[in-house]
């Protein structure tokens, strides 16, 4: 291997692609995931360790004061030494459940009543917003920087 081949491969250039092929709407009543991510490469790589995730992005604040935590809801790892060639695509299932959480305006709104009104009026004025991914983490062994690729889906 050339000398610029193996800081491509450090950089992970020209390594490992992933696509994710899943549902845009996941419903939380049944609280699984399901879906299959794809891998392809233009060079030989070596893979470690695989994780599918479905993450929530919730949002709070306007402006400077606004932050975003990221909570990890359910998850599935794969822990198979592979290879992959190029002109290669592994394809992989998965299927997990997840737990959905709930902030405190969303327990005062599902009450409903007074309860429920006052729970919404908390989440308008604190701007409360939640974006959900499903994240594809692939530990290549040759990479310092692992690809990862990410949908958004919506929880209904």
Known sequence: MGFFQKIK??????????????????????????GKFTLTTKSEQEITEMTVSL????????????T???????KQNFKDLITIKPGDSKVYDFDFTFEALKSRNDELKDKGGVSGAIGSLGKFANKEKSEFVVDVSVDVKAAALDPTEEVDVKLV
């Open 68 to 74: 975003t935590k990221e909570f990890t809801l359910g």
């Open 9 to 34: 491969s450090k950089l992970g250039i020209g390594g490992v692609k992933i696509s994710i092929d899943t549902p845009g709407q996941i419903s939380k009543e049944d609280g699984k995931v399901a």
């Open 55 to 66: 993450i929530e992005k919730y949002t709070t604040g306007r402006g400077d004061d606004e």
